[in-house]
């Protein structure tokens, strides 16, 4: 009981420091981020893709029962449904952080451009939570919608592929421009999902103490390993788009990448988050181990959390066009303690309505 | 998170991408052009109607309404756009001649000068008696009846007294309005410092026209029928006159003329220049004769204009000396003596090694420059000859326009038109026997003695010595200043020194200081008076000349006072002159009712009156039709009045040729002029020309101090010690070291080549930078042998290896909440001035601000 | 309906910038956004050196990215070819900032003018401070304020929105010229109607080979240059080996 109230009150500290930034951007102004007229898109956006993507991930989890009709996932459905709202409400935090004028959003209805993939993607996204919620409800109250859990994974598809459309169209930056990204977003989405479900069951089983079964057991062993396979071919796509872009392009436009290659985000998404996880799940000893999951699955985490940084950076610290003028070739990035606060109650949010699930709405609970 | 800054090296290619695989897609779009044509060729009647109206009134919700700008010497006519009584536009007046409608980028900076929030609300007063940079003044605000009782009271002390020359009048940036203060009002009191700033401008510069063709003032160029423009150390797209008038038709210019410009830092004019001659500091003359050297000897003087050998055949070989019998010469004197007493011997190849300059770029600039005789302009700016030996460089510099006889010629150097504005009632009736004994004293900045002969205008101690007076007032020599006013000045800062200008201030005991902002200068007064801003709030005239014309444009005031302000040079006059008279001493108030309107004959009764009517009086041959003699003719001074400017008839080319204002009425190589002048000074002091060389820092001895010729320049600091020589420079968005509270100033300051945004900095060439271990971003402490400054350095190929080049302007310390770091205490950036020791180009009385200091450089 | 369009002579071009500072004043925009700015380039090492300057803008493309991509057509085309902003629509999502490739779209990140909101006087009692000034001159946000910015766009912008460049649409409507065309002092800029055989603009692309900015990327923009900034001549030569 108290480690619960210890818990929610951590979780609070996020949230109010996440109210206090909220406050402090309101009336200073989106300086408090660090801003200059280059870097506009950082930390508080680059979470935002990193839970959005960890939702569509999980969605696909989810639609492993209802849409390929794999029987056994079952028991897991509730949880995974939970996740992803969990999840998603967090990327909803740091977006609502990270635009100007979030009450303007109205104009999405009012003033459509379906010629904008941010348009599509505020529409999927809306849809998606509205399909989540009545999942959940139909699980909560003993069924799996089939119809539903379809609808989930097809915007779920379109919602991490739309992210690819969005970056491929910027023609002005190389570095995030590339029909490429509608195949790697989905696939590291997955892998994110994956992680978290991984993660968050583990997490789950340790605390509660409670024994699993060994067919759910045989599950997550399952899972995992399908996991190390998803690392490792999302590490190889990432080295040749190192290749490809980052060291044979010609293209100026790559200078932003070629820099971030060598960043600390890049490392650690790299080594920590593709490379070691890989090697964990592929052996049979470590893969087996509850701790071994938890460090893999945290570890593919934090690397898919550096990375959707790295991969905003390096669309913006090369300054384009007259932006460049008397600045350097590429702008140095720091996050301010307040764009950390952003992911800080992103995950407060999210760990908030995870929590109180796990405590209230029996998540280990399998549909019938 | 990797913080490396890599410098950028590509970003036009980067930008422009490649234009080269974009021929199609531009074919592309003017085919849908034609198509869009003949779909709705109708509609185009709107845009002519667009191109129409502009310039004409439009529905607007304000008033295009005249005036005049004085952020630099341009002096351009100019109007602003008023709603409500609020200024919020500025634009080139159209009716004026000499800027032609062209504005430039300083000019809007006025609008934040005008409404800075800084400036002085009402009339203070100093509480704290100490005075000094750290004293802080403990300002109250006083009512304008207090503070101009307290000056009347110190002013009738010294009358009472009978020391009235202890009164000292400092003028700073004026309007021809000037005389009411700076001359009438001194010589009344009886005193003889009326103080000017003229010698911190180019009192140097005026001194090669003078001593050469007579004339002691700055000329204009007739650009557009040039075919060569020799540009030395001038920099008329930034910072010289007539920048809007240039800025506009330089385009042309550059089509029909080759530009070459002779300047230690690529300067914005430099950048659309065909050579860059980027010579070592000082050494000008060097270049300049050698120049003239190759014109002469490869024959290429313009013959109408200087004559030529009576054989025909050209004597003028290197190394040889040359027969004067054997030249005729015919509008100019001297040219023989010229070339035997110092040119025959300046080749480019002994340019080249003194002057950085390859000899082939010499001989090349020469050749083309004397293949363009006449149509070809040497052009003197500051550069050359605000130098310790600068006035010879001066008229080597000019001396070229004599050769290829540019001088009053069509593509040449003209003077200025002819204008008729008129001088205000003369004093003397007023002086009483206190003021006339009082005026006959020496004057504070002891011009006219042994060392610092000023010869203005042929007439030692002619010339003001404005950066003396500090030390005038320092050592009590000639006698201590008791009582001084200021009036938009700064000495305190935009003097070479300024540390000896704030020991002088914080001595004298009672000072005044007429300002719009609390200035480097007001720091030190005991009464601050509020000033109008020139450019909207004051009445008042002054002249320019360009484009061939001359103009007189008005100052007039034309928003809402938001605050207590008064007219420096009319309005406080007046009400000092009102308690003057209160106290029983009315001959200046009974000398200033003479300024009567000339519409109705009516006597002054209010400073308000007054500074109108002085204004009417002085132009009233413009604009009264019964009094008209040439130029714009207007039917009356609300006609006048409404379009802001008068302009002259066009220039009258070749009239002086042979009536030179000269001892000869020649275009002077030899001198008279010079030599009468300088055997003047010598007599006063009963020695000989070559004396008066030794005590001026020259070189030259015997005949050459009355020709043109080469001096090494003089520079202070030890070469090991302080191993780069300064150059100081100025900002296109300088309104005369006034913009330094206009966050547009720091927002636009990498306008200047090489220059950054919200910075101050030193630009070093990268050779240089390598060598000491710096880097772009560094800050930096400059130290020259008489001051240090603290900026960030720069590094920038742009400069000369072996220099530092920085622009003059900030570095303020008080001024404004921006222009200091901390008001009052701490400056923002650097102040040139605090480099360069206080010298002087003394036979013009200039302050030397170019190639007079060396300076070191550390990183801190 | 016109299709506007600027021409930029290079070589009647001082490199002055008071088209950026008159577009400032013009259009009340806050310091640090440039609505109309400039790249330029020492290119050469000494002495072989030049300062070179081109002048930019919104380009007011035929294909804007920028357009494209806003989720609420908040940034939108006019019919008379200018692109359009519409703060009251726009989320703040800076999507438009990252298509443009001319880097010409600013982000409010605060309050505009912020510096004239401040109570402060350097000498208390003497003088005044910015937010009595802005006050008692009667103007808003700074007291040189223009009010016909007012017509088409809020004068001065909210924080959390972006801005750029209109072409001064408040003035073309009105039948007069771009402020940063009129306060040229060299005549550098010429604005007119690409839909008009004979007009200006249309007369100078026809008279010289004019380049846009990035043009590979395909956008269209309708800022034409004409021209050299450093026109310079140099000796005749062929090199050597």
């Not at chain 2, 897609?25 to 779909?39: D, H, L, P, Q």
């Not at chain 2, 009134?57 to 006519?77: D, E, H, V, Y």
């Not at chain 2, 800084?118 to 100490?130: G, Y």
């Not at chain 2, 007054?610 to 040439?630: M, V």
Request: charged letters at 20%.
């Amino acid at each position: 009981m108290n480690k619960f109230y210890l818990w929610m009150g951590l979780i609070s500290i996020g949230i109010l420091l996440g109210l206090w930034t909220t406050f402090k951007v309101y009336t200073v102004g989106f300086t408090v981020y660090a801003k200059t007229d280059v870097l506009v898109w950082t930390l508080p956006l680059s979470a935002y893709i990193f839970f959005s993507l960890t939702s569509a991930g999980l969605a696909f989890v989810s639609s492993f029962p209802v849409v390929f009709g794999i029987q056994r996932y079952e028991v897991i459905e509730k949880r995974t449904v939970y996740l992803e709202i969990a999840v998603l409400m967090g990327s909803f935090v740091c977006l609502l952080l990270h635009l100007g004028a979030p009450l303007s959003v109205v104009y999405i209805l009012f003033s459509p451009n379906p010629a904008s993939p941010l348009w599509w993607l505020a529409v999927l996204y809306f849809v998606y939570f509205i399909l989540l919620i009545s999942a959940f409800w139909r699980i909560h109250t003993g069924k799996i919608s089939k119809t539903l859990g379809t609808l989930i994974f097809i915007i779920a598809i379109f919602s991490s592929t739309t992210l690819g459309w969005l970056l491929g169209m910027t023609d002005a930056r190389a570095a995030l421009n590339a029909s490429f990204f509608s195949f790697y977003f989905p696939l590291t989405g997955l892998a994110s999902g994956m992680a978290a479900l991984i993660l968050f069951t583990m997490v789950y089983n340790k605390l509660s103490g409670q024994e699993t079964t060994t067919e759910k057991r045989a599950l997550f062993n399952e899972f995992s390993r399908l996991m190390g396979i998803i690392a490792g071919m999302v590490a190889v796509l990432f080295l040749w788009r190192t290749i490809s872009g980052g060291i044979s392009s010609t293209a100026v436009e790559y200078g932003a990448f070629k820099h971030m290659i060598g960043s600390i985000p890049y490392n650690i998404e790299f080594w920590l988050g593709l490379v070691i996880p890989t090697i964990l799940m592929l052996l049979p000893k470590i893969r087996v181990t509850t701790s071994g999951k938890i460090v893999a699955s945290f570890l593919l985490l934090v690397g898919m959390f550096a990375g959707r940084l790295e991969f905003v950076l390096s669309g913006v610290v090369r300054p384009l066009g007259q932006m460049a003028e008397g600045r350097p070739e590429i702008v140095g990035y720091m996050p301010t303690i307040y764009e950390l606060f952003v992911v800080l109650f992103g995950f407060a949010v999210m760990l908030l309505i995870y929590s109180l699930g796990e405590r209230f709405l029996k998540l280990e609970a399998a549909p019938e | 998170m990797d913080r490396e800054k890599k410098v950028r090296k590509s970003l036009m290619k980067d930008f422009l991408g490649n234009i080269n695989l974009s021929r199609r897609s531009f074919i592309k779009a003017s085919a849908t052009t034609g198509a869009a044509v003949a779909a709705g060729s109708g509609l185009s009647f709107e845009l002519k109607a667009l191109a129409a109206s502009t310039g004409a009134k439009g529905n607007g919700m304000g008033q295009w309404l005249p005036a005049t700008c004085q952020g630099c010497t341009s002096w351009c006519s100019k109007q602003v756009y008023i709603v409500d009584g609020r200024a919020v536009k500025v634009r080139g007046n159209p009716h004026s001649k000499v800027n032609m409608g062209a504005g430039c980028p300083r000019s809007h900076l006025a609008l934040q000068q005008l409404y800075d929030p800084d400036r002085i609300k009402s009339p203070m007063k100093r509480t704290n008696p100490k005075k000094g940079r750290e004293e802080d003044p403990k300002f109250v605000p006083v009512s304008w009846d207090e503070a101009l009782d307290t000056i009347a009271d110190k002013i009738m002390e010294l009358r009472n007294n009978n020391e009235t020359h202890k009164y000292m009048l400092m003028r700073g940036r004026y309007s021809y309005m000037r005389d009411v203060l700076y001359d009438r009002m001194t010589k009344i009191i009886g005193s003889p410092n009326n103080i000017s700033h003229s010698s911190l401008c180019a009192e140097a510069e005026k001194f090669g026209p003078f001593y050469t063709e007579g004339i002691w003032s700055y000329r204009q160029y007739d650009v557009l029928n040039a075919h060569y423009v020799l540009l030395w150390g001038a920099d008329p797209l930034a910072a010289n006159r007539q920048v809007s008038y240039y800025s506009k038709v330089w385009g042309d210019v550059v089509d029909k003329a080759t530009i070459a410009i002779v300047e230690p830092r690529l300067s914005a004019s430099a950048g659309k220049a065909d050579e860059w001659l980027p010579i070592k500091p000082g050494q000008d003359g060097a270049l300049a004769v050698a120049i003239s050297h190759v014109i002469l000897a490869e024959g290429l003087w313009y013959k109408p204009f200087v004559g030529d050998f009576k054989d025909g055949n050209n004597l003028f070989i290197a190394g040889q000396t040359v027969d004067e019998e054997a030249f005729e010469e015919l509008h100019t004197n001297g040219i023989v003596k010229y070339w035997n007493l110092e040119l025959k011997d300046k080749t480019p190849d002994w340019a080249s090694e003194i002057t950085g300059i390859p000899a082939e770029q010499i001989y090349r600039v020469a050749k083309g420059f004397g293949l363009a005789a006449p149509h070809a302009i040497s052009w003197l700016g500051g550069g050359p000859c605000m130098q310790v030996r600068g006035g010879y460089t001066a008229m080597a510099v000019h001396a070229l326009n004599g050769i290829v006889g540019a001088v009053d010629n069509v593509g040449g150097t003209l003077k200025a038109n002819k204008e008729y504005t008129s001088k205000f009632p003369k004093p003397d009736d007023f002086m009483d026997d206190i003021a006339k004994k009082g005026k006959k004293h020496e004057k504070i900045d002891q011009r006219g003695r042994l060392h610092i002969p000023c010869l203005k205008s042929g007439k030692p101690g002619g010339a003001v010595i404005t950066n003396n007076s500090a030390d005038g007032i320092l050592n009590d020599d000639p006698y201590e200043i008791k009582v001084a006013i200021g009036y938009m000045n700064n000495f305190s800062f935009s003097a070479p020194q300024p540390e000896r200008w704030e020991r002088a201030l914080s001595k004298i005991p009672f000072l005044v200081h007429i300002t719009t902002n609390a200035s480097e200068f007001s720091w030190f007064a005991d009464i601050v008076l509020p000033d109008t801003h020139h450019m909207f709030e004051k009445w008042g005239y002054v002249k320019a000349i360009g484009n061939g014309y001359r103009h007189v444009t008005l100052m007039q005031p034309i928003v809402k006072n938001v605050w207590d302000y008064k007219i420096d040079e009319t309005e406080i006059p007046w009400l000092l002159a009102e308690k003057l008279a209160e106290r029983g001493f009315d001959n200046l108030l009974r000398h200033y009712k003479t300024y009567k309107d000339p519409e109705t004959g009516k006597e002054p009764s209010s400073d308000k009156e007054f500074a109108l009517y002085s204004l009417k009086y002085a132009t009233q041959q413009l604009w009264d039709p019964a009094k008209y003699k040439g130029g714009d003719k207007f039917d009356g001074w609300e006609a006048f009045r409404k379009t802001g400017v008068w302009n002259s008839d066009p220039y009258p080319f070749r009239k002086r040729w042979g009536k030179m204002k000269t001892k000869t009425g020649k275009f002077e190589f030899y001198s008279e002029t010079l030599k009468a002048a300088l055997e003047k000074h010598a007599e006063n002091h009963g020695v000989g020309v070559d004396e008066v060389m030794k005590a001026t820092h020259y070189l030259a001895r015997g005949e050459r101090a009355f020709i043109p010729h080469y001096e090494e320049p003089y520079i202070l600091g030890d070469e090991k010690e302080y191993p780069f020589i300064h150059v100081d420079h100025k900002s296109r968005l300088n309104r005369e070291g006034r913009s330094a509270n206009c966050t547009w100033y720091y927002d636009f300051k990498d306008l200047d080549p090489g220059d950054e945004t919200w910075d101050d900095v030193a630009k070093i060439n990268p050779l240089d930078a390598k060598k000491f271990g710096i880097q772009s971003g560094d800050r930096i402490k400059i130290s020259s042998p008489t001051g240090s400054l603290f900026c960030t350095a720069k590094l920038w190929e742009g400069v000369r290896p072996g220099s530092v080049a920085k622009c003059y302007g900030q570095g303020h310390w008080a001024y404004g909440r921006l222009a200091s770091k901390k008001f009052g205490k701490e400056a923002r950036g650097g102040s040139s001035n605090d480099l360069i020791p206080a010298q002087y180009e003394a036979l013009s009385g200039s302050s030397a601000y170019y190639a007079v200091t060396r300076i070191k450089i550390e990183k801190v | 309906m016109p299709r506007y369009a600027m021409v930029i002579d290079l070589q009647r071009c001082v490199g002055c910038g008071s088209c950026s500072i008159s577009c400032r004043n013009e259009n009340n925009v806050s310091e640090g956004i440039y609505w109309s700015h400039k790249i330029t380039e020492t290119s050469g090492t000494f002495p072989n050196v030049r300062f070179h300057y081109i002048p930019t803008l919104c380009n007011h493309c035929t294909n804007p990215p920028c357009v494209r991509g806003c989720p609420t057509r908040a940034m939108h085309k006019l019919d008379n070819g200018i692109t359009m902003h519409d703060p009251k629509k726009c989320i703040g999502c800076r999507y438009c900032m990252i298509n443009c490739p001319y880097g010409v779209i600013y982000f409010n990140w605060k309050d505009g003018h912020s510096t004239w909101k401040s109570d402060n006087a350097v000498i208390p009692g003497v003088t005044g401070s910015p937010a009595d000034e802005v006050r008692k001159v009667g103007g808003k946000g700074t007291p040189y304020y223009n009010p016909e910015r007012n017509a088409t766009l809020p004068d001065i912008r909210p924080k959390g929105v972006v801005e750029k460049c209109t072409f001064c649409d408040h003035r073309v409507i009105r039948g007069k010229l771009p402020r940063c065309v009129e306060a040229c002092p060299a005549d550098a800029r010429v604005f007119g109607d690409l839909d008009d055989p004979n007009s200006h603009v249309n007369q100078l692309l026809g008279k010289f080979r004019p380049f846009r900015l990035k043009e590979a990327v395909g956008t269209e923009p309708a800022v034409y240059y004409i021209r050299d900034f450093s026109a310079a001549g140099y000796p005749r030569t062929k090199g050597g080996v």
